[in-house]
């Protein structure tokens, strides 16, 4: 029997638009080149909150906003050192953000609510990964913007102006992505009047999986399997003959290059180091040539992963915390969706096809009564 249902709530979004065919992604109508090139990651939070680039007294204060609310409350202190030092980051940021108290309750979420989620998860992976490392915390410095501050809580200094550069383009870009699988468990979860940290949770979850947010350090793990430049060829050829899939490449959406993979491509191109960077110049071209040649008929592109693990490395963020890193780049785009589907006020439920038997009686066999 084939029965069906049409889905509500599921896929209408003003924040941010896809066009796979074309490879345009904009942030509430601005195209992403632009907006790397020009807006700070705080005025980035502000216009997709809000749908509109803020002034600069409205980015001002969204700057002094997250700079004070960098700190995580005394029960997710006390949670965080309950945690095993050896929760993998992403793993523990699910449970501290998710049982965080005051981003949970009856209430719709608040602009408030939204300014600690963004603030607090870079704080949240400091604290996991020093911790881990056996590390004491490095406090966060008001006086530094999103993006260095990040950088200074993991490794205890003060990062260049081009690391912290190099790290805020990544995190603009990783701001949001559509309706992307994490960002849909979070929007199923909040349309049930549910509350922002389960739904952060729930999104975090999704995210960690290795087809969305979950392998990028495997890209630097290729490139060290291919070694060096004129292996590039033979080592991409060994990753496929074995049947593994090439961490870097392909997407849902996109047809053409994703527009983010081809700015990280340049921006990754003035962080790194020059035989890094070759290194990885050549294992592309071979891989989208393999790709090409294996699948003529199916479009496989660069994504964002492979030259955004180049850039992050390169500004010496260790490859356990790219999975977290792209959730604190998400962070905003959640918030977002949240306010979003808050006011959309209806339940998502994806459409669906029943494709089991028809009605059916049981097998033959005795009544059993109540
Ligand atoms: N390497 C090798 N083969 C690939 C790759 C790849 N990177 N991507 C797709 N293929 C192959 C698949 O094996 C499949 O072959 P089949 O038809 O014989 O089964 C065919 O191409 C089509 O693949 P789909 O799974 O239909 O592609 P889809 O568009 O659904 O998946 C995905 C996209 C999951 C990203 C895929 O390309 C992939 O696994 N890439 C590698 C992992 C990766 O880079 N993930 C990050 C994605 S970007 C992000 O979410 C931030």
Excluded: C
Excluded at 5 to 22: F, K, M, W, Y
Excluded at 241 to 269: C, I, K, N
Excluded at 315 to 341: K, N, Q, Y
Aim: net charge positive; no cysteine.
């Amino acid at each position: 029997m084939a029965s069906s249902s049409e889905g509500t709530g599921i896929d209408e979004t003003s924040v941010s638009g896809i066009d796979g065919a074309s490879g345009t992604l904009t942030y509430r109508g601005y195209r992403i080149e632009e907006v790397v090139r020009r807006l700070p990651y705080e005025s980035v939070v502000g216009l997709l909150l809000t749908g509109e680039v803020p002034g600069a007294p409205a980015e001002a204060e969204t700057r002094h906003e997250l700079a004070t609310r960098r700190r995580v409350p005394p029960t997710t202190e006390r949670l965080l050192r309950a945690l095993p030092p050896s929760t993998p980051v992403v793993d523990g940021m699910r449970t501290l953000l998710g049982a965080m108290p005051d981003l949970g309750g009856p209430d719709p979420p608040s602009r408030a609510q939204f300014l600690d989620l963004i603030a607090r998860a870079p704080v949240v992976v400091a604290r996991l990964h020093r911790r881990a490392r056996r590390r004491p915390a490095v406090p966060p410095a008001a006086d530094l913007g999103f993006a260095a501050s990040y950088l200074a809580m993991l490794q205890g200094d003060v990062p260049t102006l081009e690391r912290a550069r190099a790290l805020e383009r990544y995190l603009v870009l990783l701001a949001d992505h559509g309706i992307s699988a994490s960002t849909f468990a979070l929007r199923v979860v909040l349309s049930t009047r549910s509350d922002l940290a389960s739904a952060v949770a729930a999104a975090l979850g999704a995210l960690k999986g290795p087809l969305h947010g979950g392998a990028p350090s495997e890209v630097l793990d290729l490139l060290d399997e291919v070694g060096s430049p004129d292996r590039a060829d033979a080592g991409v050829r060994s990753v496929l003959e074995r049947g593994d899939r090439l961490f870097g490449f392909g997407h849902p959406v996109y047809r053409v290059e994703d527009p983010r993979a081809t700015l990280l491509r340049g921006f990754a191109r003035e962080v790194a180091a020059p035989d890094r960077f070759e290194l990885a110049e050549r294992v592309e071209v071979a891989a989208l040539r393999a790709l090409r040649e294996r699948r003529p008929g199916r479009p496989l592109h660069t994504n964002v992963d492979y030259y955004g693990a180049v850039l992050l490395e390169a500004v010496g963020i260790p490859r356990e915390l790219f999975t977290p890193t792209f959730a604190v780049a998400r962070m905003p785009g959640w918030a977002a969706h949240a306010r979003e589907v808050v006011e959309l006020r209806r339940l998502v439920r994806p459409p669906e096809r029943y494709v089991g038997p028809a009605p059916r009686p049981l097998p033959p066999g005795p009544e059993r009564t109540a």
